[in-house]
């Protein structure tokens, strides 16, 4: 095993955080270049949990 690989598939707190934040910026982005409608911020953090979910391997695309 490389050094770099990690011992097990849990993350931790730091990297969920960094994913979180990540997925929330890239959700809002998307509806807020949405043209003429305002931004539903239950569509913002629905998106942004399907986003993060997807990157952690709990839901297919």
Do not use: C
Request: aromatic share 10%; hydrophobic share 40%.
């Amino acid at each position: 095993m490389s050094e770099f690989e990690p011992e097990n598939d849990e993350w931790d707190e730091e990297v969920m955080l960094d994913l979180r934040r990540f997925a929330f910026e890239q959700a809002l982005t998307a509806h807020v270049h949405k043209r003429d409608s305002k931004v539903d911020l239950g569509e913002v953090f629905k998106d942004a949990d399907r986003i993060v979910n997807y990157t952690i391997g709990h839901l297919n695309p």
